[in-house]
């Protein structure tokens, strides 16, 4: 007796082709589902590598990210962009500096990966932070203006002055020259620990003194901010950004223009004229002459192309009613430049919260 089958080959390869495609369709969304897992897993490694470039990069360069505050404000903020996303740093003070202890800060760092090409998945954000504390560079400053090639003052007006015009530090030297090389008319003296400090030969203030001039005049031992000839004397700076002070390299003689502020160096003879003002540092490689009633709040040292070997003039304080003074704030602002930031050991955190 034959059974009647007409019909059942249909059904049974529907059946079939349904399975098979519920079977495929799941492992199509197993394949994806792990793709995207592990898509996210790369990316929040990737953005967790952001964070730590950012944290880092902000520490070693935030002066190029034209952050110049030195030591560092309250809050500074910067979003650095990196391969593959960008870092969000965020740098607060925590703590003010406390006598011989440096300001704190904290900083964090979110970094953010780009968006990624699949749909409906976000751009991967992690966050890592640290404490840092401020490490200001260190300058012996012997007296309000040192000669190599000893100092002349002609006339009884104006001041040179080693007392701090800040009251922060000890009071120096008004002046500070080699033995017998100090020269005065009209009854003028300086002021000071002592008012004139004779410091012996010149090759005893080379001792006394370790200054790399050599480093510094082959840029090797400062990275200047503007070099002349070459760029610009930057007046307009100066009047618009009070917390600018940079370090301007002169590459032979160099009469100031204006007013300004950070640390100069001038490898020749330099000139003051008029009321012109500079707070911070002058470094000049042989003679300094101040012409007018100009006034210099910080620390000069002339003569110093002794320590290359060579011959230095006198360097002359003319006539006039000028100010030349020792003040630690403004040596301490003019060697902010550098200073840096100092990641302290053992405080790292990850996931700080943002």
């Given at each position: 007796?034959?059974?009647?089958?007409e019909?059942?080959?249909?059904?049974?390869?529907?059946?079939?082709?349904?399975?098979?495609?519920?079977?495929?369709?799941?492992?199509?969304?197993?394949?994806?589902?792990?793709?995207?897992?592990?898509?996210?897993?790369?990316?929040?490694?990737?953005?967790?590598?952001?964070?730590?470039?950012?944290?880092?990069?902000?520490?070693?360069?935030?002066?190029?990210?034209?952050?110049?505050?030195?030591?560092?404000?309250?809050?500074e903020?910067?979003?650095?962009?990196?391969?593959?996303?960008?870092?969000?740093?965020?740098?607060?003070?925590?703590?003010?500096?406390?006598?011989?202890?440096?300001?704190?800060?904290?900083?964090?760092?979110?970094g953010?990966?780009t968006?990624?090409?699949?749909?409906?998945?976000?751009?991967?954000?992690?966050?890592?932070?640290?404490?840092?504390?401020?490490?200001?560079?260190?300058?012996?400053?012997?007296?309000?203006?040192?000669?190599?090639?000893?100092?002349?003052?002609?006339?009884?007006?104006?001041?040179?002055?080693?007392?701090?015009?800040?009251?922060?530090?000890?009071?120096?030297?008004?002046?500070?020259?080699?033995?017998?090389?100090w020269?005065s008319?009209?009854?003028?003296?300086?002021?000071?620990?002592?008012?004139?400090?004779?410091?012996g030969?010149?090759?005893?203030?080379?001792?006394?003194?370790?200054?790399?001039?050599?480093?510094?005049?082959?840029?090797?031992?400062?990275?200047?901010?503007?070099?002349?000839?070459?760029?610009?004397?930057?007046?307009?700076?100066?009047?618009?950004?009070?917390?600018?002070?940079?370090?301007?390299?002169?590459?032979?003689?160099?009469?100031?223009?204006?007013?300004?502020?950070?640390?100069?160096?001038?490898?020749?003879?330099?000139?003051?004229?008029?009321?012109?003002?500079?707070?911070?540092?002058?470094?000049?490689?042989?003679?300094?002459?101040?012409?007018?009633?100009?006034?210099?709040?910080?620390?000069?040292?002339?003569?110093?192309?002794?320590?290359?070997?060579?011959?230095?003039?006198?360097?002359?304080?003319?006539?006039?009613?000028?100010?030349?003074?020792?003040?630690?704030?403004?040596?301490?602002?003019?060697?902010?430049r550098?200073?840096?930031?100092?990641?302290?050991?053992?405080?790292?955190?990850?996931?700080?919260?943002?």
């Amino acid at each position: 007796m034959e059974t009647n089958r007409e019909g059942f080959a249909i059904p049974v390869a529907l059946m079939v082709i349904g399975f098979l495609s519920i079977s495929l369709m799941g492992a199509f969304t197993r394949v994806d589902n792990e793709f995207r897992v592990s898509t996210n897993r790369s990316k929040q490694v990737d953005a967790y590598a952001l964070a730590e470039t950012g944290l880092q990069r902000f520490v070693v360069t935030r002066g190029e990210l034209g952050l110049t505050a030195n030591p560092p404000i309250a809050a500074e903020s910067a979003r650095i962009t990196l391969p593959g996303g960008f870092a969000d740093v965020i740098l607060q003070r925590v703590r003010p500096e406390i006598g011989n202890d440096p300001p704190l800060y904290l900083i964090r760092s979110r970094g953010t990966t780009t968006p990624p090409a699949l749909a409906g998945m976000r751009p991967a954000q992690h966050t890592v932070a640290q404490y840092v504390a401020w490490r200001p560079a260190t300058m012996k400053v012997i007296g309000g203006w040192v000669s190599f090639g000893g100092l002349r003052k002609n006339g009884s007006a104006g001041t040179i002055s080693g007392e701090d015009g800040c009251s922060q530090k000890a009071n120096v030297a008004g002046v500070g020259v080699p033995d017998g090389m100090w020269n005065s008319s009209g009854g003028f003296q300086p002021d000071g620990t002592p008012p004139v400090r004779y410091m012996g030969t010149q090759d005893d203030m080379v001792d006394e003194m370790p200054i790399d001039w050599a480093g510094m005049v082959a840029q090797t031992a400062i990275t200047p901010d503007i070099i002349i000839p070459g760029q610009s004397y930057p007046s307009a700076r100066f009047n618009s950004d009070p917390n600018y002070w940079p370090v301007i390299y002169v590459d032979g003689n160099f009469s100031l223009p204006s007013n300004g502020r950070g640390t100069l160096i001038v490898t020749g003879n330099m000139t003051i004229s008029g009321s012109n003002k500079w707070d911070g540092l002058i470094l000049v490689g042989n003679a300094l002459t101040s012409n007018g009633n100009n006034n210099v709040q910080g620390a000069v040292i002339s003569g110093l192309n002794y320590l290359l070997g060579q011959s230095v003039n006198e360097s002359d304080a003319g006539n006039g009613t000028k100010t030349y003074q020792y003040n630690s704030c403004n040596v301490e602002s003019a060697l902010g430049r550098f200073g840096s930031l100092a990641l302290v050991e053992n405080t790292w955190v990850d996931n700080w919260p943002w």
